[in-house]
């Protein structure tokens, strides 16, 4: 079939396996272009897909040369619809690792859920004996309980007092209003349960019970924090909250690690196009604004640019230089005070009118695109496409 984009708001129903791969050859690229890494033999990625995860895992393999188990959420192709990016991704990815000779399994599935957990290890116990990192970069609209069944669903709004501030349809590209409700206690509570560190705590608690921590394993989740402008609505608001309770866990599972001589850490990234951004209001206008000042002053990075700067020079670095309170701040560059000054005045003076000219929107709308496998030059959009791609690891009956 000829695959187009097809897209409502901040989703695209479908994905293109041929600019997918390429999306993956080129952070692939990107690293084998840098110094390696003596980092992780042997890796676990929960949330391996897209985003961060998927760079994670990426530099894990062709920056250090381990072996990663990915655990995702993704849906193959049926019924004439498409797979979803992170399936193809994986698939590509997969191909990409072996041809190099580097082990690369995958498990689909909810990683909330104890069953995945427990196919987890039992993958780990079976090839790779233990695991050295644990990569926690799940983001979910919703969590089920894997103990009560009870479903929680996530929200992106204020707390205590309604938010109004511009935002973009970055689609038309046209500067509007948002005035955001504060969220109820129940959102803020089942917030916390879905993107909070409860099930980050559960994997590491099942790994470590179960034998498949290395000694000095390390984990790493990810978080975000940003400028004034988006407190409201992210580092004060429901995310924020959940934000807070990951780090919190991030305490507790150093705790549990002691014995090992583990580490734990949060590691605060920059604000990127991922398909979890795009969702939360305000920030994608935001994100324009940065994106424009960051290029302008040679200081753009993606995804991959983030975890390769992660690896090399935080988490396997001769010292892991930390925050007063104990976190990696990959987001250094975003908060230069020289770039936060440059986007708050940005910011006072972006319209529906000079918003083409004075952030790059365009940039923004195109690698929206780009995640989904579309607006690739190199890739025929026009031409025939087979939609059912196979993950090597998977069992195509899945
Ligand atoms: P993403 O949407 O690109 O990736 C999410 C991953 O989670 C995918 O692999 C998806 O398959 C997986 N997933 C979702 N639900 C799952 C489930 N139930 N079971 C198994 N897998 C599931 O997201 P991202 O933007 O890369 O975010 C990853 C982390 O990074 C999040 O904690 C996010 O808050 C954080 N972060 C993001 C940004 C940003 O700007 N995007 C900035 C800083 C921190």
């Given at each position: 079939?000829?695959?187009k984009?097809?897209?409502?708001g901040?989703?695209?129903t479908?994905a293109?396996?041929?600019?997918?791969?390429?999306?993956?050859r080129?952070q692939?690229?990107?690293v084998?272009?840098q110094?390696?890494?003596q980092?992780?033999k042997?890796?676990?990625?929960?949330?391996?897909?897209?985003?961060?995860?998927?760079a994670s895992?990426i530099?894990?393999?062709?920056g250090?040369?381990a072996?990663?188990?990915?655990?995702?959420f993704e849906r193959?192709?049926?019924n004439?619809r498409?797979a979803?990016?992170g399936?193809?991704?994986?698939?590509a990815?997969?191909k990409?690792?072996?041809?190099?000779?580097y082990?690369a399994?995958?498990?689909?599935?909810d990683?909330?859920?104890n069953?995945?957990?427990?196919?987890?290890?039992?993958?780990i116990?079976?090839d790779?004996g233990?695991?050295?990192l644990?990569?926690?970069?799940?983001?979910?609209?919703?969590?089920?309980d894997?103990?009560t069944?009870?479903?929680y669903?996530?929200v992106?709004?204020?707390?205590?007092?309604s938010?109004?501030?511009?935002?973009?349809d970055?689609h038309s590209?046209a500067?509007s209003?948002?005035?955001?409700?504060?969220?109820?206690?129940q959102?803020?509570?089942?917030?916390?349960?879905?993107m909070g560190?409860e099930?980050?705590?559960l994997?590491?608690?099942?790994?470590k019970q179960?034998g498949v921590l290395?000694e000095?394993?390390?984990?790493v989740?990810?978080?975000y924090i940003g400028?004034?402008i988006?407190?409201s609505i992210y580092?004060?608001g429901?995310i924020g909250?959940?934000?807070d309770?990951l780090?919190a866990?991030a305490?507790?599972?150093?705790?549990?690690?002691?014995?090992?001589a583990?580490r734990?850490?949060i590691s605060v990234?920059?604000a990127?196009?991922?398909?979890?951004s795009?969702a939360?209001?305000?920030?994608?206008l935001y994100i324009?604004l940065?994106?424009?000042?960051m290029?302008?002053?040679?200081l753009?990075e993606g995804c991959?640019e983030?975890m390769y700067?992660?690896?090399?020079e935080?988490?396997?670095?001769?010292?892991?230089?930390?925050?007063?309170?104990?976190r990696?701040?990959?987001?250094?560059?975003?908060?230069r005070e020289?770039?936060q000054?440059?986007?708050?005045?940005?910011?006072?003076?972006v319209?529906s009118?000079?918003?083409k000219?004075i952030?790059?929107?365009e940039?923004f709308r195109?690698?929206f695109f780009?995640l989904?496998?579309?607006e690739f030059?190199?890739?025929p959009y026009?031409a025939?496409?087979e939609?059912d791609?196979?993950?090597p690891?998977?069992?195509?009956?899945?």
């Open positions: 079939m000829v695959i984009p097809k897209f409502r901040f989703i695209c479908t293109h396996p041929a600019g997918c791969a390429h999306h993956v080129q692939i690229d990107y084998k272009g110094k390696p890494v980092g992780p042997n890796v676990l990625v929960v949330g391996a897909s897209t985003g961060y995860g998927l895992r530099t894990a393999t062709f250090s040369g072996r990663t188990i990915g655990v995702f193959p192709a049926a004439n498409t979803t990016a399936w193809y991704n994986t698939a990815f997969e990409e690792a072996s041809e190099a000779g082990y399994k995958s498990i689909n599935g990683a909330f859920s069953e995945i957990k427990q196919q987890t290890i039992d993958l116990k079976q790779l233990q695991v050295d644990v990569v926690y970069s799940l983001a979910s609209p919703k969590r089920v894997p103990e069944g009870e479903v669903s996530s992106i709004k204020p707390v205590g007092a938010y109004s501030n511009k935002t973009v970055f590209a500067v209003d948002i005035t955001i409700e504060p969220a109820a206690e959102e803020i509570e089942h917030t916390i349960k879905v560190g099930d980050w705590e994997w590491m608690d099942a790994l179960a290395a000095g394993a390390v984990t989740a990810y978080s400028p004034e988006t407190h580092k004060e429901t909250l959940a934000k309770h780090e866990s305490g507790r599972i150093r705790e549990q690690l002691h014995d090992l583990g734990a850490f990234n920059k990127l196009v991922t398909q979890s795009s939360i209001p305000v920030v994608p324009s940065l994106y424009k000042v290029k302008e002053k040679n753009h991959i983030q700067r992660l690896f090399a935080r988490l396997y670095a001769d010292s892991t230089p930390v925050d007063d309170r104990g990696i701040r990959i987001d250094d560059w975003e908060m020289d770039v000054q440059e986007v708050l005045a940005l910011w006072e003076r319209d009118e000079n918003i000219s952030s790059d929107i940039g195109s690698e780009n989904f496998g579309f030059p190199e890739i026009e025939e496409a939609p791609v196979v993950i690891s998977i069992p195509a009956a899945e």
